[in-house]
């Protein structure tokens, strides 16, 4: 959903903005040292991701992440999981992606040329390459900003780049890559299933380092985001249909960067609905809030979950590993709550890093749904004084619950 971001005031009188308190500040500090580490238009770095843009499709850029200096800590460039485990904020998120420089080229998602080659190395290596980049100017320094993606730094366009050091290939990825028969679809689950995170399998799938031979073509890179968590997704989903329900009524809370979550899992098939809202300071418990809501029952969706979009799947996700970890199903309503903490948008990792925080806490347990609710209520309006009342009545999960008849009520 849209979230109305403040809008940068300057340094405040307290100096917390010189003490790395502020993103913009962090996007600023990162900038300059880009700009100072750039003197010429040719450098050498560890590139860390490629890039593709979706502007123009079928006409889309290109480009390679790189970091203006090389550096033994690269990788930290990108690694959303690793933010989260450590628990960085939003400053130092802030600051390693500002400082990545986009070298990128405007090519048609389905030319070969040596410079694809290039980023389906950079995707496919386990860790960041050395390579030489010849810009045709010096980076413009901006930072963009979106709500699927981590954000990127200064971009410019590329004349020329090559790797200079062999890219460390596992051979699970080198694999897949050469079998041109075996479907993205089927690539991305085995190596999901051999503990390559959503975030590597991504960049392969953008890269058309995937699927067979007439299929494969640049894919704007958040559409392939979205992609790859709905692939694993349905995949998972197909497994955890043939456990047997969960025997109470669980409820699980926690936060990642100001986004906090609340889900409640229901006894029943496997049903998934999320509300996300955006909560005020100080918002008065009697006013309702405007909400984006998506939902799909046993048999999935027929289209895209056009309100809620990417966030939608990266928190199905969280939660249906952690089902899978516990080896049942259920009807699940996730609730996000937006909160002033956060910000400046970083990307739908962090919806799928706060709902995986939020199911790694130890559950509350319910022996029945009005027990369940009754908490949830309170729990809301104690930390964010929100009145749960409004979402609720709306849910079409709840509805469903309450409406529907159980195959047993025929049984005599």
Sequence with gaps: MQIPFAQHKGYDPLGLCGKGKCPICARNNALFKVRESIKSEEFTSDAVSPFVGRFGYPNVNLGILAPPEQSEDAWLYDA?????????????????????????????????????????????????????????????????????????????????????????????????????DLKARDAVNYLYENKFDENFLSKLLSVGALGMKKGRRLVPTRWSITATDDIIGKNLIREIKDFNAINSYYSFFGSYLGNYYLILMFPEVWNYELFETYVPQNWNFSKPLSYSTDYEDFYGRKGYAETTAGGYYTVRLGILEKLKEIKRQASVLALRFITDEYTMPLG??????????????????????????????????????????????????????????KLVKFIK
């Design 80 to 180: 959303p999981r690793h933010w989260s485990e450590e628990n960085f904020d939003i400053p130092k998120i802030v600051d390693f992606r500002s400082s990545l420089l986009n070298s990128r080229l405007n090519l048609n998602i389905k030319k070969r040329i040596k410079f694809l080659e290039i980023s389906q190395d950079i995707a496919m290596s386990s860790k960041p390459v050395d390579v030489e980049v010849e810009l045709y100017e010096k980076p413009k320094f901006t930072l963009n900003l979106d709500s699927y993606m981590a954000p990127t730094g200064p971009n410019a366009r590329l004349k020329k780049a090559s790797i200079t050091e062999n890219p460390k290939i596992h051979t699970k990825v080198y694999k897949v890559f050469e079998d041109d």
């Design 348 to 405: 739908v990792f962090v919806t799928r890093e706060a709902a995986r925080k939020a199911v790694s806490n130890k559950p509350i347990e319910f022996s029945s749904k009005e027990l369940l609710i009754k908490y949830a209520q309170a729990l809301i309006r104690r930390k964010l004084n929100y009145n749960l009342d409004f979402i609720f009545k709306n849910s079409t999960l709840l509805k469903s619950i309450n409406q529907q008849d």
